[in-house]
């Protein structure tokens, strides 16, 4: 990045993300101010370029749309380098896209030589498209994933252009406070959270799973004492007084039920 006394900025961006869960349509949403409804997938890599002005910079920003699909990794990984922006794309309508947000982050951090625990230099938000459809991944469960990893959340649709100007807004204020802060995004630009992944996890396996044994992580064929000691610690880690995570209080009564269902069978 340059500094701030030449007033330009050469940015570039990726987006990743399964195939169809709609990079290309937010980039061309973005940078055409139009929609695509006819699927056409990504071969390799798709590329968009705009330039604007914001605080004083004149921006020029060029965007990577990876192909989500295995066989191009190849081209993809080729791309990761002096990346600044990283747009990590799911589909609402569409589980499967948000369960595999984790196989992106993992090739990322390989691509960025990340080891875990440390901390990117890229910005990075998570973007839940689509939500003019029907959706079926919750705003507060995705918003839960991405804020604990510590990353920023947005909900678009590139059909209607809903929330796309706000996420790039976001995006070039985000770039620019990192290029004045050293090349180092500052902390003013990372989400607050005071919970943990693993609380986080517990809230999505309780609410998402109507099984009682699969919400306490148990098998059918567990014994009195495995639910009353996967009760204890779930208990522990989700108890409004113990856990700041949204979504706590109401993992903590199906956590309640649960228990007392599984142990009204031992009784029988």
Same mark, same amino acid.
């Given at each position: ?14 987006s ?25 997938a ?9 330039r ?22 190849e ?6 380098r ?44 998570? +973007? ?5 459809l ?51 995004p ?6 607050? +959270? ?11 396996? /309780?609410?998402?799973n ?7 992580? /148990?098998? #059918? ?15 522990? /880690?989700? #108890? ?15 956590? /309640? ?12």
């Amino acid at each position: 990045m340059t500094t701030k006394s030449d007033y330009l900025l050469r940015l570039k961006v990726i987006s990743l993300g399964n195939v169809t869960v709609g990079k290309s349509c937010l980039i061309k949403r973005y940078c055409e101010k139009r929609f695509v409804s006819k699927y056409m997938a990504t071969i390799g890599i798709d590329y968009g370029v705009t330039r604007l002005r914001v605080r004083n910079y004149d921006i020029r920003m060029n965007i990577f749309d990876f192909s989500g699909h295995p066989l191009f990794y190849e081209v993809r990984n080729e791309f990761y380098r002096d990346v600044q922006g990283i747009l990590l794309v799911f589909d609402l309508s569409n589980r499967r896209s948000f369960d595999t947000l984790d196989y992106w982050l993992c090739e990322m951090k390989k691509e960025l030589n990340l080891n875990n625990g440390q901390k990117s230099p890229v910005i990075i938000f998570v +973007v839940g498209n689509k939500n003019d459809l029907k959706r079926v991944i919750d705003e507060n469960e995705a918003k839960l994933w991405a804020n604990v990893r510590g990353y920023q959340y947005f909900e678009t649709s590139a059909a209607t252009g809903a929330g796309v100007q706000e996420l790039f807004d976001n995006l070039f204020s985000a770039l620019i406070d990192t290029n004045e802060n050293g090349g180092v995004p500052p902390a003013s630009n990372q989400p607050n +959270v005071n919970f943990t992944i693993e609380q986080v996890e517990a809230i999505n396996r /309780l609410r998402n799973n109507k099984d009682n044994f699969e919400r306490l992580g /148990l098998r #059918h064929n567990c014994t009195k004492e495995d639910v009353l000691t996967a009760y204890k610690r779930l208990a522990k /880690l989700l #108890h409004p007084d113990k856990s700041d995570a949204p979504g706590s209080e109401d993992a903590f009564k199906l956590l /309640l039920n649960a228990k007392t269902e599984l142990l009204n069978r031992f009784e029988k």
